[in-house]
């Protein structure tokens, strides 16, 4: 059973790889791969058959449509013992097609693609390994990766029909309504159906019916610089660091069905500067080591066996989108953003703690007309997606363990692990977190924590210490 939707059948998925030796410590090495995936929650198959119509259909039963003048607040809706009234039957015509907002035009279905489009992603990298000593190498390495017919935003689905900014002027003068200025109003009409609310012929589509598209339509890609360099134990100590430089570009599912280039921009979830090394440290103390070689069995118990590790993350700030407090004056489509001035006037940082407010300025918003400007009525700003950054991150993970031999047999352990070793603060302020109007400000003040930040970063607890022993036989 196909559904009614046509097969692919051009999923082709090569993999090249290629590695060349130029001498005895140089290594080049690159690849190509193109990946596919079945997509989730509906975007192929999944919730567009199981969760339309007829399958399942919406019931929503209150005191008051029951009840001439009952209360919903109360009186109960239906009696336990006899059940809710039941739900009427959805009656497919002959020709097997129901109106896409259901007979009453009331139903938000899932809807997809009459062809099978597949998540796709094309990965390629070029790697150059060196070999520094007998015990270290460093890597450099080019990676990239895009992605096709994915995801618009962080969710599968989008809506097809959003509200155009064009003709906004002509909706303030009371000319034409919203819904005019969605592309598929009244675009279709279905005979023999009436719509409860007017009385007339069904027609198609208004308001949030075609408001979830899985459509697998939306490009993604990332291209980073990465460096690495490794240390293979020796002298008790083996680490590894990692850099990374990237770029991640995607699309948000705003106004994605109107205009894609309003909704690309950086990836929400990408730090486009990354630094990490972990690091695995012995102490030389004890029995073999460089000092206290010759310790015996209760010296050793004391001075032997500790253990260092720690993984230590040095992160640039999350991409967020500027937005203006007029904004509600001057659009209606939800994409709220101001023109681009001179910036040269414009700062962003973490400053000191206020202990009164409990917060901390990130920005200071400024009235427009300088470092950034009011769009004109009816138009979106030119201020990019995602275009500004937040706070940088900087977090340590350690652990202190020691080993204690007990038999031959039995050994014990005791290890404290930190997280967040030295409890530093990681400011919550990005694209979920934070109030980032630039001009909400009023005579010097500031209101709506517009530039605050009155949250540590979501993901990053303070300093946590967690004790452990570990009895291995």
Known sequence: MSGNIDNNLHAFAPRFGLAYSLNEKTVIRMGFGISYDIGVFGSNFGHAVTQNLPVLANQNITASSSIPGASDNFISAFNMAVGPVGQAPIVVPSNGAL?????????????????????????????????LTNTMTLDLAYVGVTGRHGFNGDGPSYNLNPVNIQNYGLTQQGLISQSQRQFYNNKFS????????????????????MGNYFGNDASS??????????????????????????????????????????????????????????LVYQLPFGKGR?????AGKWENAIIGGWQFTSTSNYSAGLPFTPSYNECNSDQDVGVCR????????????????????????????QVLG?????????????????????PRSFTTDATIMKNFGLTERFNLQFRMDMFNMFNHRVLGFNGNQGNTCIDCINNGQVFNNAGLVTNL?????????????????
């Open 99 to 131: 109106p896409l907002g259901g007979p009453a035009g009331n139903v938000q279905p899932r809807m997809r693609p009459t062809s099978q489009v597949l998540p796709a992603v094309g990965a390629y990298n070029v790697a150059v390994q060196r070999q």
């Open 190 to 209: 279905y005979p023999g159906y009436i719509d409860p609310s007017t009385g007339q012929t069904l027609m198609c589509c208004n308001g949030g019916i």
């Open 221 to 278: 890609s990332y291209n980073a610089l990465q460096v690495k360099v490794q240390q293979q134990m020796s002298h008790g100590l083996q680490f590894i660091a990692h850099y990374t430089w990237s770029r991640a570009l995607a699309f948000n599912n705003g106004y994605y069905a109107v205009d894609p280039a309003v909704a690309r921009g950086p990836d929400d979830q990408n730090r486009a500067q990354v630094f990490v090394i972990n």
């Open 290 to 294: 460089q000092f206290g070689s010759n």
């Open 338 to 365: 101001p023109n681009v001035g001179n910036l040269a006037g414009w700062s962003m940082g973490g400053g000191s703690f206020n202990p009164i407010t409990h917060s901390v300025v990130f920005y200071t918003p």
């Open 370 to 390: 300088s470092s950034w400007l009011r769009p004109t009525s009816g138009t979106i700003g030119d201020a990019g997606n995602y275009s500004l950054v937040g």
């Open 457 to 473: 970063d979501a993901n990053v607890p303070m300093r946590a210490l967690q004790f452990a022993l570990r009895l291995t036989f």
